[in-house]
């Protein structure tokens, strides 16, 4: 099936690092598993551009919206509460946002793996 050869391409923002991870990470599934990973990670996945989006908006706004995006809602919270920690979380979430992001993905990207693990393989 040529659309799932690689259609890790398609996201928004994605870099050679993350590519390779889940290219290796779905090596060993079927194309029916391959699927699956793909619909679960690329509801899941955040790019990094909107974590940033996110944290820009805790300077003007409400300040932890980016934790909240990350299901970080402890964090959030703290930074809710104390202005982004006097905003200087803040601005190292602005300067840390790739990382913030690619360390989400990796965490969503091994949850989707076990989720296409458990469904029946029809190759055989």
């Known amino acids: 099936m040529d659309m799932y050869q690689n259609p890790y391409i398609a996201f928004p923002g ?5 590519m390779f991870f889940l290219q290796q990470g779905t090596a060993g599934l079927n194309e029916n598993q391959k699927k699956q990973f793909y619909m679960v990670y ?35 919270l703290l930074y809710l509460f104390t202005f982004g920690f006097c905003m200087i979380g803040t601005i190292i979430d602005v300067v840390n946002h790739k990382t913030l992001a690619d360390d989400y993905n990796r965490k969503m990207a091994f949850e989707s793996l076990q989720i296409a693990k458990m469904m029946p393989g029809f190759d055989a």
């Open 14 to 18: 994605i870099t050679s690092e993350e």
């Open 42 to 76: 690329s509801g899941k996945r955040k790019s990094a551009q909107d974590i940033l989006i996110f944290t820009i908006i805790g300077f003007f706004g409400v300040a932890g919206i980016q934790r909240f995006a990350l299901n970080e809602v402890v964090m959030g």
